[in-house]
């Protein structure tokens, strides 16, 4: 089967629907360009799976998007950024490769930040990418890094007022009800259940990387010379590895979502 081509296009993508959060950020940013989404949801959650698998998955997205045609590529998903964006930059250093990664700089620079909490995958928080970025912007707060093993894949599922979400969350951030002056989004699929998690850890500020994302892409496709010249609205397709009607139907779901 011959695949559409994507010449001129954004090629965004994550392990599923969490870089959706992101892809809202884009075209909000950025309404003229075209944006092809691929999530790998056969695939999710990338952030429990070891290194080499993580950049084997990605690569093989990337490599499709490039042979296609794309112009750009996001890698909208923090755990993917951590792994793969620097060997893939490397490979393919004449194309804009921009990643997400948690939003601790504008966390650290808030108003109120003595106590931060993190939450993210595990592979996220285990690398050292994240470790410098905790490093350099930590000095200012006492940071606290929460691996949240299983929220991305339920999430995935969507029926996000269940119950067993709002138990799940509970379980994972209970503990810090009161006691942390804002929280840092550091999984693209998190934004999707701000309203759930701000119930159980209190009414402070959120942070995530889509709005910077969205920025930095601007940027890079101003210094390629590669803005759309095009004035009407851009085009937005979903595709995903679950080849299904329902799971596009899902994402679709996902994209009408205020984060
Ligand atoms: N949404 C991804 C992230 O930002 C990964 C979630 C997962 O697949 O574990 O880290």
Redesign the pocket.
Known sequence: MTQRSLKGWIGVF???V??ISVLKALVAELPHENFYFFGDSAN?????KTDGEVYQLSSRIVENFLERGCKAIIIA???ASAVAAAPLRHRFPDVPIIA?EPALKPATLAPKHDRILVM??PV?LRLVKYHKLAQRWGSRSHVISLPCPGL??RIEKGNLDAPDLKALVEKLVGSYAGTVDSVVLG???YPFIKGTIREVVGDVPFFDGGKGTARELKRKLAQHGLLSFSSGPGQVVFDSSIKTDQELKLYGWFFRQEV
Do not use: I, Q, R
């Open positions: 994550d392990s599923g969490g870089g999710a959650p990338y952030g429990e998903c923090n755990t997400v993210a995958t996220t991305a894949g999984c693209t699929h």
